[in-house]
């Protein structure tokens, strides 16, 4: 159902309920910084594991590298 949505609406992407639990821990951790309540709800047993679930480790480093000046 979710592809059928997103074709409708121009997405090419393969979206599923996956993409979408990780959207929402993504935009649920930005705006709450509470990495604990995630690692509770994903069920994950430590909070590097939810950090690297939901791409922030990475979202950090691409971001220290555009501010990075000498």
């Not at 949505?5 to 393969?14: P, Q, R």
């Not at 821990?25 to 939901?54: E, W």
């Amino acid at each position: 159902m979710l592809n059928t949505a997103c074709k409708a609406v121009g997405i090419t992407a393969n979206i599923g309920t996956h993409s979408m639990r990780k959207t929402f821990g993504y935009h649920h951790y930005k705006q709450f910084k509470d990495i604990a309540m995630l690692q509770m709800i994903f069920n994950h047993t430590n909070p590097s594991v939810t950090l690297r679930y939901i791409g922030i480790a990475q979202d950090e480093i691409d971001n220290s590298y555009r501010q990075f000046v000498l």
